[in-house]
């Protein structure tokens, strides 16, 4: 299977106070395309600052990521943004809608980054992950799991190959977080979509084809 995600020897560690905290010792990943694998771990084990070393919004200390052939880390910042907009979904966490946007503005903008315009699509995916009675209204409106799922439609719209999604579910009651799933297992079967989680869920865990655990900086 051709990898389409590789990652090799990542190393991360922070200050904190007077110490330094390694949260990532030598990660290795290979996804290959049309993957699902989940990263676990207990809070603080470091998927966040894994999948934002994966999606070019940190550089680790050492080690490499290449995403579709490219060596994101090899790329100064403004590149990285910009190959992260084209190639790249991110489901962020903390969902980091724009604020000043509405929730299908939100999704459309993420299009138009990549030169496009296609309302049917965006109101296909508001209808799919059941927001689109919620279209018009601005982020500080709506409730965590219909940002989840707004952030979610932005992070796919411009049918990116590769989707990285920090706990996507984990504002969501057990039909929605079903329904995105779905929406996800789709694409990844369908498309060949490579799609990366962080998660706690044994839902996520469940379409998953790899389940890989984080724990004192190693990925196991
Ligand atoms: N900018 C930073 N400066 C200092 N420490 C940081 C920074 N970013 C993350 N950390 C620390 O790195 C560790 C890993 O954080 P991270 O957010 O990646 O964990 P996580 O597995 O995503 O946790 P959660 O499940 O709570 O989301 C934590 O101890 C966190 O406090
Ligand atoms: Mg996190």
Redesign the pocket.
């Known amino acids: 299977m051709k990898s389409i995600v590789e990652v090799e020897g990542i190393s991360k560690a922070?200050?904190?106070g007077k110490e330094w905290?390694r949260?990532l010792e030598s990660v290795s990943l290979q996804v290959g395309v049309g993957e699902i694998v989940s990263l676990m771990?207990?809070?603080?084990?470091?998927?966040?600052?894994?999948l934002d070393i994966l999606g070019g919004i940190q550089l680790p200390d050492s080690g490499w990521v290449s995403i579709s052939d490219r060596k994101m880390t090899a790329l100064n910042e403004s590149e990285r943004t910009r190959f992260r907009r084209r190639h790249i979904g991110m489901v962020f966490?903390f969902f980091n809608l724009i604020p000043t946007l509405t929730g299908r503005e939100n999704i459309a903008f993420a299009l138009e980054l990549n030169g496009r315009s296609d309302k049917q699509r965006v109101a296909s995916l508001m209808e799919k992950l059941d927001i689109i009675h919620r279209a018009d209204a601005f982020p500080e409106t709506l409730s965590g799991g219909e940002q989840q799922r707004f952030a979610i439609a932005r992070a796919i719209v411009h049918d990116p190959k590769v989707i990285l999604a920090?706990?996507p579910t984990g504002n969501l009651d057990d039909e929605h977080s079903q329904g995105v799933l779905e929406v996800f297992r789709d694409l990844c079967r369908n498309e060949g979509v490579a799609l990366v989680l962080?998660t706690?869920s044994q839902d996520c865990a469940a379409i998953s084809d790899r389940v890989l655990h984080?724990r004192y900086g190693k990925l196991r």
């Not at 771990?41 to 894994?50: A, C, E, L």
């Open positions: 922070f200050r904190q905290v949260v771990g207990k809070s603080g084990s470091g998927k966040t600052t894994f966490q920090d706990e962080g706690h984080l």
